[in-house]
Structure formats: C-alpha cells, structure tokens
C-alpha cells in the first residue's frame, strides 16, 4: 500500500502532496541516478563552501590559528542561496556534466541546502550535513508550464514520458505545482511526490461539538479523556523482529558483493513496509478520534526532545509526531476542530481538584491524596489535556454550532461524511 498526502492549510490556498509510484525503463532509471549523484556532490560542495565561510568567521582576528588557516578574505560575503545559485552558469563551464541535470533541479538542490541552513538558525538544531554516495534520494522540478501527467505517463524535462500509476485521480481545479522525484530502496523503486494547489477560500474550523482530550503513551499507543484506549500495534513488534532478521543476514554477506546488495535492497524494501504499516495505523486511528468527536486536544509534544532522550528508540517507533500532525490533516478534512495544548505537567496533576500528584514513569496509576481520584495514569493525563483545551477554547464554545460552509477535498463531499458522522454535541 502506498499512499501519502499531507497538507499546509490556510485561508486561500489549499496544498496537497499526493505520492504516485513510478516506473522507469532502464534508461530513465540510470539516469535518474545519475541526476541524484550530481546533485549530490553539488550539496556537498556548496555545503563545503557554507561551513569553511563559518569557520573563517571563528578565527579570530588579532590571533592567527595555525590549524585553521582560511584563504578568505574577511570582507567575503556569505554565500547566501542567491550568490551560489548565480554561480551555477560558471560552474556548468568548469563541469560540464551539470549540464546534463536540468538547471531547475540543481537550483532546487542549492535551495534545499539553504532552507536546511535557515531551519538550524532558527532551531538551533539539524545542521546541514554532508551527504554520503546514496544519501541523496530525491530531487525537485519547482515548475510546470503546462500539465505534466498525460495519460498514464509524467513528462519530465530532460527525462521523458515516465510511466505513472495514478491510483487515484488528480481532484478536479488543482494545479500541478511541482514534482519531487524519490528513490526508494537503494534505487530499486521511484515515487513521484505531486504538489497540487488549489485557489479557494477555505474557512477554518472553530471548536465545536463534542470534545475530547488525548494523551499519548508508550503502555498504550493512545488514551482519551473518556478512558477509550488504543494499543500499541502489535504487528510493529513482529515486523521489527523480521527486520532485525534481515539486518542481521545483510551484515554476514561480503561487503559490496551482489548478495549483499540484494540484502540491502530487502533490508530498505522492509523498512519502507514498516513505515507503511505504521503510517496506515495512524490514519485509521486518526479516523476512529474524529468518529468520536469534533474537537480534539493533544499534547504539543516536543518530539525532537523526546527522541534524544533515553525513550528515544521507543519514541521513535511510537512516532508520535508523525501521528499528531496526521491527525491535524485528517481533523481539517473532516472538518472537526484540532488544538495542541500545553504538555506541562499534564501527567503531575489530578483532574478532579487540580492538585499536583508527583510520580515517575513506572507508576501506573494516578491516585490523588487530596480528593481520593483514582485513575489510570494516562486516563488522568488525558483528562488534563481536555482541561488545558477548555481553557484555550472557552468551556462555553462546547455550545457552539457546526461551521458551516461545505467544502470538498479530494472529490469526497465533506457534508456528506458529516452527515454520517454521529454527532452529539
Ligand atoms: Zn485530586
């Protein structure tokens, strides 16, 4: 099963990414490979310069470091997107086999580079990094002059016509807005990430009808604040298993030998099934909240956090991230109301009478010593995420009307899954 879409959303303009498979001929595959190879050593070299401009910058001025000796010169400007995407038409003349990428998409890649370095400023985390021969696994065409799907093929510049399976169709007055090409397991499998837009006016959801609180765990995937519990999916386990299997078998072939690349094919082939299974889960889930109610809270988890502690290889697989922000998109399409809240505290504090119940992780149960409030943990976790919703939303707006406005995505009428919907209020 292959399927992904996920969305920005805002008042006049609707983005969706819907991922098709590709099939390439033997021709159109090599040299797909050998476009993601030269933008490759081209992040890598504007990369280079990026960091030996930063490092020039932390020699001091008055002390000259031995080690760190920079031919360039202190009133070098950055090389800022603008500087080294001018610098490709030099560069083409120097290394000629640029010219065989089309420019867009080695423009795109120095893009990429530097929307990286302009998240790590802002975060202070993620750095760019070198890219090792393989790391590279997409590129971008940022425009179309005209429709590129015809049929059953996608015309790409410089590529051809490469065979599509449109599983599904492209909804009625979206624009294509660019195609990122994907190579999946080692380059044994292609993907096309669609961007489609479409210009609307799209009213927001305001909080309506029934609300509910979510907490999430690592005992059980999810808890509501109705005590309604998911389980950690168990299948997870047996295919972790599986890959462990996998790895373990790649890891005894000779290194660079044809059996051990065919292993590694399988080792990536299950991880993408993996990724998959798990994201299928999350959109079920996701589908079963908005079944029960039309505004939903959760815990704005620090993820990142999360996953650099100890927890982490279990945050990981949990991915919690990945499902909150699947839940937002599936919230919005369904027109129920999604909040993050405040994750502080929300397990240290008794929902009945506010009071602060400290326990660690491996107590289970939340029993409150000033009002006698016994509960499980999460159940109480869950039910202070509501709370902190209200506070955000306004009890009162629990009052408040269905928005009105019908609006379809993806051909599917949302007025009438509403009508399906079991609505109390
Ligand atoms: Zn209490």
Request: glycine share 4%; aromatic share 10%.
């Amino acid at each position: 099963m292959t399927f992904t879409d996920f969305a920005c959303y805002g008042r006049t303009m609707l983005t969706m990414n819907y991922t098709y498979r590709l099939y390439p001929d033997a021709q159109q595959q090599s040299l797909m490979k050998e476009w993601l190879e030269t933008c490759r050593r081209l992040y890598n070299y504007a990369l280079r310069e990026l960091k030996d401009w930063l490092a020039s910058r932390k020699c001091l001025a008055d002390k000259c470091s031995l080690e760190k000796e920079y031919i360039i010169p202190a009133d070098a400007p950055f090389p800022s997107y603008q500087s080294q995407q001018d610098a490709l038409p030099k560069a083409k003349k120097k290394y000629p086999h640029l010219t065989s990428v089309y420019s867009q998409v080695l423009q795109t890649t120095i893009r990429r580079l530097h929307d990286t370095w302009e998240n790590f400023q802002k975060r202070e985390f993620g750095f760019p990094r070198f890219k090792k021969f393989g790391q590279f696994k997409s590129f971008v065409f940022p425009q179309f002059k005209t429709n590129p799907v015809t049929g059953c093929h996608l015309r790409l510049p410089k590529i051809g016509d490469v065979r599509i399976n449109l599983h599904r169709p492209i909804p009625d007055g979206f624009v294509l807005k660019q195609v990122r090409v994907l190579s999946k397991a080692r380059g044994t499998e292609w993907y096309a990430v669609v961007t489609l837009q479409l210009n609307v006016s799209i009213p927001d959801t305001s909080p309506h009808g029934r609300m509910i609180g979510i907490d999430l765990g690592l005992e059980r995937f999810l808890t509501t604040s109705d005590n309604a519990s998911v389980e950690r999916p168990k299948f997870l386990k047996s295919k972790h298993r599986k890959l462990k299997l996998l790895q373990r078998r790649a890891s005894r072939k000779q290194k660079r030998s044809n059996n051990w690349e065919k292993s590694q094919i399988k080792v990536a082939k299950f991880h993408h099934n993996i990724a998959n299974a798990r994201k299928d889960f999350h959109y079920k889930t996701a589908h079963q909240l908005c079944d029960q109610a039309q505004t939903i809270f959760a815990e704005d988890l620090n993820t990142v956090g999360l996953n650099r502690g100890m927890l982490r290889k279990d945050c990981i697989d949990a991915s919690w991230g990945q499902f909150l922000s699947l839940t937002q998109w599936v919230c919005w399409k369904r027109g129920a109301f999604f909040q993050r809240v405040n994750p502080n505290g929300t397990s240290q504090t008794c929902p009945q009478c506010l009071a602060t119940v400290k326990k660690d992780l491996s107590v289970r149960l939340h029993v409150c010593p000033e009002c006698k409030y016994e509960t499980h943990r999460d159940h109480a976790a869950a039910e202070m995420v509501l709370i902190r919703g209200y506070e955000i939303v306004g009890r009162d707006s629990a009052e408040l009307k269905e928005p009105d406005g019908s609006r379809s995505v993806g051909g599917e009428s949302l007025d009438k899954r509403r009508k399906s919907r079991n609505v109390s209020s």
